[in-house]
């Protein structure tokens, strides 16, 4: 089978986007989602830039900080509100959710120099949501590209795995094997993909984000040797969003 790697949160902060270019770089990750309204933006672009093969695509974000777009029924007080707050986005006007999805879209083009491999979203947000999932849906199939866990165009949903986390009292030898075991216990489909958030730790992410030093556990383990080992023995090969096309 085929597995896609991808580490969420491209651009959160430079110890989260230089986690996540090291492990690529070093380790089993093999694509990324870029968010284009964080601290980190314009590092991960450039790197992105720098590197044409990197395979990068993005994570829209209407959960966290500030929009590109008035769309007031996406916000309280100025900012994005957390899904996990909301409850529901029956309040979200689809006219603003696609203005600004449409916006976070162009200003990564604009960026980066190319368009994204495929699209996601911050804290699950489509995958939550109906009217965010239905409005990214129209956002990719408008620009040709794939979209996680949803079949889109011409791409076929790809199964997704999000359970690779570090949970209380857990530690690293606990997380490797959580990773042997979720990807050994992978259903035998053409693609899958699993979601991973490896990281450095830095100020902005241990003040910002309740995930943290659990990220740099994730990057230590996706850059460990035995992984790629694991992997190759388990006949698994790794890809992108790029390979997936139907």
Do not use: W
Not at 19 to 33: E, H, L, Q
Not at 134 to 158: K, T, W
């Amino acid at each position: 089978m085929k597995l896609i790697v991808n580490a969420d949160d491209f651009g959160l902060t430079s110890g989260v986007t230089y986690g996540i270019y090291d492990a690529m770089c070093r380790g089993v990750v093999t694509s990324t989602t870029m968010m284009v309204n964080t601290s980190a933006t314009l590092l991960a672009a450039q790197l992105a830039k720098r590197e044409p093969a990197l395979a990068v695509g993005l994570h829209v974000n209407i959960s966290l900080g500030g929009p590109l777009t008035s769309c007031p029924s996406l916000l309280k007080n100025g900012m994005f509100r957390k899904p996990a707050v909301l409850g529901s986005d029956e309040g979200y006007d689809v006219g603003e959710l696609d203005e600004e999805l449409e916006a976070q879209y162009q200003c990564f083009v604009t960026l980066v120099g190319r368009g994204p491999t495929h699209i996601d979203s911050h804290l699950y947000a489509h995958q939550k949501f109906s009217k965010v999932r239905d409005s990214l849906l129209r956002l990719a199939e408008n620009h040709g590209v794939p979209v996680r866990q949803f079949a889109c165009g011409m791409y076929p949903p790809i199964y997704f795995e999000g359970n690779f986390k570090v949970l209380p009292g857990e530690g690293r030898d606990g997380l490797m094997q959580k990773f042997t075991s979720l990807v050994g216990a992978l259903p035998k489909k053409a693609i899958a993909e699993l979601m991973v958030h490896p990281a450095f730790a830095d100020e902005v992410l241990l003040q910002s984000s309740s995930y943290n030093l659990q990220r740099v556990q994730e990057h230590s383990v996706l850059t460990d040797p035995y992984a790629a080992q694991f992997l190759r023995a388990q006949g698994i090969e790794l890809v992108s969003f790029k390979e997936c096309k139907g």
